[in-house]
């Protein structure tokens, strides 16, 4: 059986003392995948300190030469494309035409950030003074930890450790704990790709333990933090004293907006793969269907009728639409909010339930599940569930329908069907989110894109794109005078 272990300083080490967890597959909880050692507090301060001491040198490396580290690694994922992508599959439980989606857009990201390695400009600004000449500079932090979910184990932390390596930083890396193995093949493949020892390390542990000891740690200078709103605020919190750089992307409670005037088959469509695609456990899921009113029955019947049709099953089965929950806590908390929004009064139109038959009892999977007459103030129009629950919202007219969207503490994704070009701009000027759609799932997005939130899904720069080297660098600024003389004006 496998056993996942840290990786620090260039070796998988053996947790001190040991204890560990099991890492199952959520499809078949039968399927023990390995034992997964948690790192003690004793072993996050060794991959601190080792990524502390490889600092220096990686920093003085030419970016250019990281870059061409960090290549590399983007074609080693790409030669190791199906490993990965199954280990995805029996790990986390999304489909394998998921799990190679995933890997695509984290193989872009990889490529991507090489080629920034040779674009690390700074400005050349023109001094208000003869002879003197001002630029800006781009300086590492230091050692970087990335801090990451379980929903997507290879792109979020591939799309995090490219670009703090290619500017300069050195990382310890921290993934869920049930994503371990994924986690592990990662560091493996941009290991192989060539880091020196320390530069890149890899710590397998619980947020309390592992996690905390990480923020505590004085070397570490900047957190790159994905997970859930409740503990990136915590993590926020944590360092805030230390002025550690915290950019962190939290929970999201996404809609889209149905307008009368849409292409109706593509709405309902857009909102059945945006709602219960990737289980719902996608950041960007949609979760929110705000419709109106005139058009709210049909919408209703035929996004019901999608939902029935999926079918859920062994996500390595290539047939498989939808997997299930990634474990039994997830399991148990998308099935506790579908009993919230019954006793809250919303209209239970499909789904509901545990889904078994065909062997699916033996997994975490639950029957893809809408909900109609939701009013904005029940607890499954406010929190994220992260399941495959869609609430339908209905309203009167675009002004409600905008009210409402905006009307939560999230702002991660967004969309709206309809033809109409008014329409269309209005929504893209009042829509309260980092990112929206026109016509499409709120689900996606690409390599070269930034990619955030704002509200309380999103805390610091974007990641993705050039944006994303903004949070792994500071500004250097300097001025050279070249006059040989003492300064005359601009003595402010
Ligand atoms: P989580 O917040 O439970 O955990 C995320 C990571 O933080 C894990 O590695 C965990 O071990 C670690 N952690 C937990 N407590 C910690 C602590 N006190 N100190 C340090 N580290 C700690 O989230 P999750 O359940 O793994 O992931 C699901 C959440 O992630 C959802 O809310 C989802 O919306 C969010 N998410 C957001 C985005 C985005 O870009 N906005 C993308 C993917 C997922």
Known sequence: MSVFRSYINGKWLDSQPVK??????PANYNDVIGMVQLASREDVKKAVESAYVAFPAWKRTPAPVRGKIIANAARL??????????????????TLAEARGELTRAINVVEFCAGESRRLTGETIPSELPSNFAYTLRMPHGVVAAITPWNFPIAIPAWKIAPALVAGNTVVFKPSTLTSMTGTLLTEIFNEAGLPPGVLNMIIGSG???GDELLAHPAVKAVSFTGSTETGLKIYERVAARCVR?????GGKNPVIVMPDCDLNLAVECTAQGAFGSTGQRCTATSRAIVIESIADEFVERIASRARSFRLGDPSNVDTEIGPSVD????????????????????????GRRATGNGLENGYFVEPTVFDKVTPDMRIAREEIFGPVLSVLRVKDFEEAIAVANDSD????????????????????????????INSPTTGGEAHIPFGGIKNTGLGPREQGSASLEFYTELKVVYVDYTGRKREGNLY
């Open 208 to 210: 309390a333990d592992a």
């Open 77 to 94: 994922m790409e030669c190791r494309k199906e490993e990965l992508a199954a280990a995805i599959t029996r790990e986390e439980g999304k």
């Open 410 to 437: 999230y702002g991660l994704s967004s969309s709206i069907f309809t033809n109409d070009a008014n329409t269309i701009y209005r929504f893209i000027d009042e829509i309260e989110t980092g990112i929206t759609h």
């Open 246 to 250: 915290v950019q962190a992307e939290m």
């Open 20 to 25: 560990t967890v099991p890492n199952i597959n």
């Open 328 to 351: 039994e806590s997830q399991f148990n908390t998308v099935l506790k909010y579908i009993d919230i929004g019954r006793e809250d009064g919303a209209s239970l139109i499909c789904g």
